[in-house]
């Protein structure tokens, strides 16, 4: 019964955030040099391995997460179609990785931020398949790793839930820009200023859509909790979100 009514919230919420139309996501196809697509690829690949294996080990000792975990896909799918136009080469969006990295860890978004990214470039002309890696990266594996990690600071400091998941889902947001921005400054340095000129430039750009962006995901995030939450505090026990006493 718990599991039929996450996977009804989990449809009402792509039906409510699905845009009409869809465009090109984080790095677009062909913009970064083959010299980087290799690189961002290539540090991507041991963060996936152990996502995979971690998925793994989640699910088989509590089979009834499965369907939190596809909630948390669905939930960061439809977040990431969210396009508002940014710099040349690039988008702004939510990123919708710190709910799943909260509940599974953050190598876990690293298979699920694939998976999403992989699928959008195919068949939604979102990303590529060339800066497949590089926009893993950023949103697959950094965001999470940000998300988590302020997640568990913010718990072991004694803050309140809402104000844990807020920050995690905020900062998971900024910093998975932040890393596009170093991306994109590494691939194409400025005449004058180099690097740092660029990486400037570029997060100077993306604060003006992102902040905003990353609030509202906040927000979001934290009533999505709550809702889960209460529908599903069994699973959450299970994976220790929640105390047994809860």
Same mark, same amino acid.
């Given at each position: ?97 710190? +709910?799943? !990295?909260?509940?599974? /860890?953050?190598? %876990?978004?690293?298979?699920?931020? @694939?998976? $999403?990214?992989?699928?959008?470039? &195919? ?64 691939? +194409?340095? !400025?005449?004058?200023? /180099?690097?740092? %000129?660029?990486?400037?430039?570029? @997060?100077? $750009?993306?604060?003006?859509?992102? &902040? ?35």
């Amino acid at each position: 019964m718990i599991n039929k009514k996450i996977w009804i919230m989990g449809l009402v919420l792509m039906f409510m955030f699905l845009p009409q139309q869809t465009y090109a996501m984080h790095i677009m196809e062909g913009f970064l040099p083959a010299g980087w697509c290799i690189t961002w690829g290539a540090l991507a690949i041991p963060f996936v391995l152990a996502g995979f294996f971690s998925i793994r080990r989640t699910v088989g000792e509590h089979p009834k997460t499965l369907m939190l975990l596809a909630m948390a896909g669905a939930f960061a799918f439809v977040l990431s179609s969210l396009k508002i136009p940014s710099v040349t080469g690039s988008s702004s969006h939510p990123t919708g990785v710190g +709910f799943g !990295a909260i509940l599974f /860890g953050p190598t %876990a978004m690293a298979v699920i931020g @694939l998976i $999403i990214l992989l699928f959008q470039a &195919v068949l939604l002309a979102h990303g590529g398949l060339t800066t497949l890696g590089a926009n893993t990266f950023s949103m697959g594996i950094v965001g999470p790793l940000v998300a988590f990690a302020t997640y568990k600071i913010v718990k072991k400091a004694n803050g309140p839930q809402w104000l844990a998941v807020f920050l995690a889902a905020a900062l998971g947001d900024l910093l998975t820009y932040v890393t596009t921005s170093v991306q994109l400054a590494l691939a +194409f340095p !400025a005449e004058t200023g /180099g690097v740092m %000129a660029s990486l400037t430039k570029f @997060l100077g $750009i993306f604060a003006l859509t992102q &902040v905003p962006l990353a609030i509202s995901e906040g927000i979001l995030t934290v009533l999505i909790f709550k809702a889960i939450s209460s529908y599903a505090g069994d699973e959450l026990k299970d994976l220790k979100i929640l105390s047994k006493e809860v």
